[in-house]
């Protein structure tokens, strides 16, 4: 097991946290404020860096004691989406971002994990050369020039 950090020529792997919580996707942009408040986020020269997965259908059954009430028959509901994101190896800020994601949750229970990672973190090098970044490629992120009219 790898249990601390390298370099390559173009990245470092850094010993960080992965953050995992689930929501219905209409909480996300609720619960992100909040964590952003703490933490930035920050990768590189990008900030508010996070993952969100498509839909799913979360299964459970409220049992004695539940907000809810207890119940017999497995809810399902859709809609519901994970999100990830990275903070340093920091217990502290750690503790700090779960408070925040469980007081802004509409859960009673929220699903919460942290896991210890590496993680990538570019060098910065110059990349204008490199054919495979996006900034020196087309493609639907680059704004196209509307074609020329010859009858205009």
């Not at 996707?25 to 860096?49: C, F, H, Q």
């Not at 993952?51 to 539940?66: K, M, N």
């Not at 704004?143 to 010859?150: G, L, S, W, Y």
């Amino acid at each position: 097991m790898i249990d601390s950090g390298f370099e390559t020529t173009s990245v470092r792997m850094e010993l960080l946290l992965l953050v995992t919580f689930q929501s219905p996707a209409s909480d996300v942009d609720r619960i992100m404020e909040a964590v952003v408040a703490i933490a930035p986020l920050t990768m590189g020269k990008y900030d508010s860096n996070a993952y969100q997965s498509a839909h799913g259908i979360e299964r459970y059954r409220p049992l004695e004691g539940a907000a809810a009430g207890a119940e017999t028959e497995l809810r399902r509901r859709p809609g519901t989406v994970e999100v990830s994101f990275e903070l340093p190896d920091d217990q502290a800020l750690a503790a700090r971002i779960v408070e925040a994601i469980f007081q802004v949750h509409s859960y009673q229970e929220p699903v919460i994990r942290i896991q210890p990672i590496l993680a990538s973190r570019s060098k910065g090098l110059d990349d204008r050369s490199n054919p495979n970044r996006w900034w020196n490629a087309t493609g639907d992120w680059k704004k196209v020039a509307p074609p020329v009219r010859e009858d205009a």
